[in-house]
């Protein structure tokens, strides 16, 4: 016996529908032919942007560690200097 028979058989109310998620992001498409929103274009420009200044942040430490720390430490000797 199907669900829909037995609760009309016990005089039960139909069992309500479950309401229709609304679409995760709503902007618009950058282009209709391109799987993106604007949003994500958004985020992506964010996240590449923080990564960016991650990367010289981390450059500039390298430097610092290779130009000073290093010799200063007598773990290798410029050939400059």
Avoid: C, H, N, Y
Wanted: without cysteine.
């Amino acid at each position: 016996m199907g669900e829909a028979k037995r609760r009309a058989d016990q005089g039960l109310p139909a069992r309500p529908k479950p309401a229709k998620a609304a679409p995760k992001d709503a902007s618009p498409r950058i282009a209709p032919w391109l799987p993106l929103s604007q949003r994500q274009g958004e985020q992506f420009v964010q996240l590449t942007t923080r990564g960016a200044w991650i990367g010289i942040g981390a450059l500039v430490v390298f430097w610092i560690t290779v130009r000073f720390i290093g010799p200063a430490a007598g773990w290798w000797s410029l050939s400059d200097g």
